[in-house]
């Protein structure tokens, strides 16, 4: 039988500027290089955040992004975490990732989601419908990109997308993993009790994240789905450092979004041991010494092969 790690662990580099990288616009592609050099070697996927600008920040756009990354580093996983559904029509994401599951031999994690950032939206011209009617896109999006990857020719008629008679060739064998992103109880976790291989959350305190990972289960149960099935995903942000108290200071104000984890390698690996005990098993990593690379290397070496 093959061995599982306890935990898996993928690299999530900057596409621009997140608050707590630098991000020197002119050197950017060499530290992007730089970083993902050593990232590539250790991490068993590389992905790719899909936000096209904040405010008026240096960032380069999720998919170039992934597709530059697939053509470079042949070996790791390939992964978004997550498209927003608005920003491109769903059957041409179907196509897309399709088409790059291909051309990667078979490496694609499609994450993707409602999209939720308003001043974004109307800054590029998008309409932004309220949060309900965002769903209800999102929800018909993964039917249309399910049904053109699975039937062909493939055809769906819903409230906001219709797709007739479409051809998605080559058609992906295996299809890519779909990662659905969000918490909303509701409406948000039903649907990737349908429809996710993977789910994907943001760091929480360990009483939320145990909350959601049982409005999930029960909505596996409703929906007749195994609740295993579905593999449970977070994106922290660690601040790591040989020194426990240098590694906690380097966090400090950097907390208010909940996706922190800091510490020395010990506290960090005692802070993703209670991730294991809810049932997450996969972690897409960021770190903020983007040129330096010396807490990725740290976790690398000191935190990773304990889960192995």
Not at 174 to 202: H, S
Not at 205 to 234: A, F, M, Q, S
């Amino acid at each position: 039988m093959l061995h599982k790690p306890r935990m898996e662990f993928g690299y999530n580099p900057p596409c621009g500027d997140r608050g707590y990288e630098l991000i020197r616009p002119r050197e950017y592609l060499s530290d992007l290089h730089s970083a993902l050099d050593v990232a590539s070697q250790s991490f068993g996927s590389l992905w790719s955040s899909d936000h096209l600008n904040y405010s008026s920040e240096f960032r380069v756009e999720c998919w170039t992004l992934l597709t530059w990354m697939a053509a470079r580093y042949p070996g790791p996983m390939l992964g978004t975490v997550v498209m927003c559904n608005s920003f491109r029509n769903p059957s041409l994401l179907a196509k897309m990732s399709a088409s790059l599951q291909h051309m990667s031999s078979g490496r694609l994690i499609l994450g993707y989601g409602a999209g939720w950032y308003e001043e974004e939206y109307r800054s590029y011209g998008f309409d932004y419908p309220s949060a309900g009617i965002r769903i209800d896109m999102f929800k018909e999006g993964v039917e249309i990109i399910r049904r053109m990857w699975t039937e062909s020719p493939a055809n769906f008629v819903g409230a906001h997308y219709r797709v007739e008679n479409v051809f998605c060739e080559p058609r992906p064998d295996p299809q890519p993993v779909l990662m659905l992103g969000g918490g909303g109880e509701k409406r948000t976790l039903k649907i990737v009790a349908e429809q996710a291989d993977w789910w994907n959350d943001v760091m929480r305190p360990t009483k939320e994240l145990k909350h959601k990972l049982e409005v999930l289960e029960n909505h596996c149960v409703e929906v007749g789905r195994n609740y295993d099935e579905i593999r449970k995903t977070l994106a922290p942000r660690f601040f790591i450092d040989s020194s426990n108290k240098k590694a906690k200071e380097m966090a400090e104000g950097k907390k208010s979004s909940g996706q922190v984890i800091a510490g020395d390698p010990s506290a960090v690996r005692e802070q993703l041991d209670e991730l294991v005990e809810l049932g997450f098993d996969f972690i897409v990593a960021t770190f903020p010494r983007f040129q330096e690379l010396d807490d990725m290397k740290l976790f690398v070496n000191e935190v990773m092969p304990y889960f192995e």
